[in-house]
């Protein structure tokens, strides 16, 4: 009969501890790295769409010699939607390279596990 | 041709209908939530899923060339043994499918080739600190950690998201499960592939057509190959409706996380060489995005579930024991034909029964008045 320690050294703790600490992290980063990276794209496009968008928009928030009104609201607000914008895309490129790292990890761990 | 020679053809025969069964049964694993929350239409779900699995089969070749080792005694394994297994773990897999229960066809051939070994070699023959360690453990581990990350994983998702467009995110969430669902096709590739070319292997080296250190044949990987895609390309779409409809609610974000924590948990489990089921993670997975979300899940549907996974191994036995003693009753190669006849018959009942209420891609996404209603009475939902 298999008594308490021997059905204890049967199960492989540290494995289940493994996968499970791996599941955690790897589940909560990818997709916590996915979902900043959609608010990211989704910030992006807000905050280009609300500015009017294009190259227009930056050319007249560009302050330019001899600007009589150098700290004008609108063009501060536009520069802000503007650096809001690009910060918004960076932070959503990274995440989403985050994603790729974790895909491309996954690939490796496909081609070298145990048999 | 031998005697030998034809038991081995209709092995073989019989080990690829398994491999279709396998695909056929799990197409829900991969996809049922692309499908669920319309991420992919379903015909192009399987038939990406399918395509997938196929090429996951070349992927990696460290084929277990026995299925049952560490659970029975080999030594005792005839062909006739494998065989009958092979018959215990199909009928298994389609009365699951015709229930629309999501269950291990890993478990299946356990099962089917225990009891074979049983009527074989007596209950000795059975290793059973294996099943606890390598089976049972793992089944009851396994969908609590994906459950748990699930949940995880949702609500880290629903807190980062929660002053976002609910459809943009929705639409972005529906891009990301087209990958995560195709990881999870290619592991399904990489892990239930080699399942059934270790049994072909296996039964060529015991009958002496390849040597014993031989590598697995070209033929067997792609029949292999071809066997699992086409079963998961014609999809088992009972299952697929319990998994993306009955079981809980299913948003984009579920879908997609619950994929990428069921990827994470098998690749990670196969990495660090614990055996999983790759129908018990997903499920798991599925249920802990329910949670997680604060939808609830549908409680008779569980229950039911798990009820077949615990009775999965000792049912195929039964099977497979069954199988295995007609076989002998009425010996050599007749008793091979006769049983794998009368299996054959038994297969063409259980998909009759089924025809008589069809579950299609096009019916796949009709409304379930009981999950709907969960999802509505839900305060997060």
Same mark, same amino acid.
């Given at each position: *009969?298999?008594?308490?320690?021997?059905?204890?050294?049967?199960?492989?703790?540290?494995?289940?501890?493994?996968?499970?600490?791996?599941?955690?992290?790897?589940?909560? #980063?990818?997709?916590?790295?996915?979902? &900043?990276?959609?608010?990211?794209? $989704?910030?992006?496009?807000?905050?280009?769409?609300?500015?009017?968008?294009?190259?227009?928009?930056?050319?007249?928030?560009?302050?330019?010699?001899?600007?009589?009104?150098?700290?004008?609201?609108?063009?501060?607000?536009?520069? $802000?939607?503007?650096?809001?914008?690009?910060?918004?895309?960076?932070?959503?490129?990274?995440? &989403?390279?985050?994603?790729?790292?974790?895909?491309?990890?996954?690939?490796?761990?496909?081609?070298?596990?145990?048999? | 041709?031998?005697?030998?020679?034809?038991?081995?053809?209709?092995?073989?025969? &019989?080990?690829?209908?398994?491999?279709?069964?396998?695909?056929?049964?799990?197409?829900?694993?991969?996809?049922?939530?692309?499908?669920?929350?319309?991420?992919?239409?379903?015909?192009?779900?399987?038939?990406?899923?399918?395509?997938?699995?196929?090429?996951?089969?070349?992927?990696?070749? @460290?084929?277990?060339?026995?299925?049952?080792?560490?659970?029975?005694?080999?030594?005792?394994?005839?062909?006739?043994?494998?065989? +009958?297994?092979?018959?215990?773990?199909?009928?298994?897999?389609?009365?699951?499918?015709?229930?629309?229960?999501?269950?291990?066809?890993?478990?299946?051939?356990?099962?089917?080739?225990? /009891?074979?070994?049983?009527?074989?070699?007596?209950?000795?023959?059975?290793?059973?600190?294996?099943?606890?360690?390598?089976?049972?453990?793992?089944?009851?581990?396994?969908?609590?950690?994906?459950?748990?990350?699930?949940?995880?994983?949702?609500?880290?998702?629903?807190?980062?998201?929660?002053?976002?467009?609910?459809?943009?995110?929705?639409?972005?969430?529906?891009?990301?499960?087209?990958?995560?669902?195709?990881?999870?096709?290619?592991?399904?590739? %990489?892990?239930?592939?080699?399942?059934? *070319?270790?049994?072909? %292997?296996?039964?060529?080296?015991?009958?002496?057509?390849?040597? +014993?250190?031989?590598? #697995?044949?070209?033929? !067997?990987? !792609?029949?292999? +190959?071809?066997?699992?895609?086409?079963?998961?390309?014609?999809?088992?779409?009972? #299952?697929?409706?319990?998994?993306?409809?009955?079981?809980?609610?299913?948003?984009?974000?579920?879908?997609?996380? +619950?994929?990428? #924590?069921?990827?994470?948990?098998?690749?990670?489990? @196969?990495?660090?060489? &614990?055996?999983?089921?790759?129908?018990?993670?997903?499920?798991?997975?599925? *249920?802990?995005?329910?949670?997680?979300?604060?939808?609830?899940?549908?409680?008779?549907?569980?229950?039911?579930?798990?009820?077949?996974?615990?009775?999965?191994?000792?049912?195929?036995?039964?099977? /497979?024991?069954?199988?295995?003693?007609?076989?002998?009753?009425?010996?050599?190669?007749?008793?091979?034909?006769?049983?794998?006849?009368?299996?054959?018959?038994?297969?063409?009942?259980?998909?009759? @029964?089924?025809?008589?209420?069809? !579950?299609?891609?096009?019916?796949?996404? $009709?409304?379930?008045?009981?999950?709907?209603?969960? @999802?509505?009475?839900?305060?997060?939902?």
């Amino acid at each position: *009969m298999t008594t308490t320690p021997q059905l204890a050294a049967l199960i492989a703790w540290g494995s289940i501890g493994l996968v499970l600490v791996f599941a955690l992290i790897t589940g909560a #980063v990818v997709v916590g790295a996915f979902s &900043f990276g959609l608010v990211g794209l $989704d910030r992006y496009q807000k905050a280009r769409g609300n500015g009017g968008g294009g190259s227009t928009t930056v050319e007249a928030a560009a302050p330019t010699a001899g600007d009589p009104r150098p700290s004008d609201p609108a063009n501060a607000q536009t520069q $802000d939607r503007e650096s809001l914008a690009f910060l918004s895309l960076i932070v959503a490129v990274f995440c &989403f390279a985050i994603c790729v790292l974790g895909i491309a990890a996954g690939l490796w761990a496909m081609l070298n596990k145990v048999s | 041709m031998s005697e030998g020679l034809i038991i081995i053809v209709i092995l073989v025969a &019989f080990a690829l209908a398994f491999d279709f069964t396998n695909g056929f049964h799990d197409t829900a694993n991969a996809m049922a939530t692309s499908i669920a929350t319309k991420a992919l239409p379903p015909r192009v779900a399987v038939g990406i899923s399918g395509a997938l699995n196929f090429i996951g089969c070349f992927l990696s070749l @460290a084929v277990a060339t026995t299925i049952a080792k560490g659970i029975v005694n080999t030594g005792q394994i005839t062909v006739e043994a494998v065989f +009958a297994g092979l018959i215990g773990a199909i009928t298994w897999n389609l009365l699951t499918w015709l229930l629309g229960l999501p269950s291990s066809s890993s478990h299946a051939i356990i099962g089917g080739i225990v /009891g074979a070994a049983i009527i074989t070699g007596g209950w000795s023959a059975v290793k059973y600190d294996g099943i606890l360690s390598k089976v049972l453990v793992p089944a009851v581990a396994s969908p609590i950690i994906a459950g748990a990350a699930a949940a995880l994983a949702v609500f880290l998702a629903g807190y980062i998201t929660a002053r976002s467009r609910p459809e943009f995110m929705a639409r972005g969430y529906r891009i990301g499960q087209i990958v995560s669902a195709s990881l999870v096709s290619l592991a399904h590739g %990489t892990n239930d592939g080699q399942k059934t *070319m270790g049994i072909i %292997t296996l039964a060529l080296i015991v009958n002496g057509n390849i040597a +014993a250190k031989a590598g #697995v044949p070209l033929w !067997v990987i !792609v029949t292999c +190959a071809a066997s699992i895609a086409l079963g998961t390309y014609i999809g088992g779409w009972r #299952v697929i409706r319990t998994l993306g409809h009955r079981l809980t609610s299913i948003t984009s974000q579920q879908g997609f996380s +619950a994929e990428s #924590v069921s990827s994470a948990v098998i690749l990670g489990a @196969a990495h660090f060489g &614990f055996a999983v089921s790759t129908t018990q993670v997903t499920s798991g997975s599925v *249920m802990g995005s329910g949670l997680g979300k604060g939808v609830g899940l549908r409680w008779g549907v569980v229950g039911q579930m798990c009820l077949a996974w615990l009775i999965t191994i000792p049912v195929a036995a039964v099977f /497979g024991g069954a199988a295995t003693e007609l076989a002998k009753a009425i010996g050599g190669l007749p008793g091979v034909i006769v049983t794998g006849l009368i299996a054959a018959a038994v297969f063409g009942v259980i998909y009759w @029964a089924a025809q008589r209420q069809p !579950v299609t891609a096009n019916n796949v996404n $009709d409304p379930e008045p009981q999950t709907e209603a969960l @999802a509505a009475s839900a305060p997060t939902a």
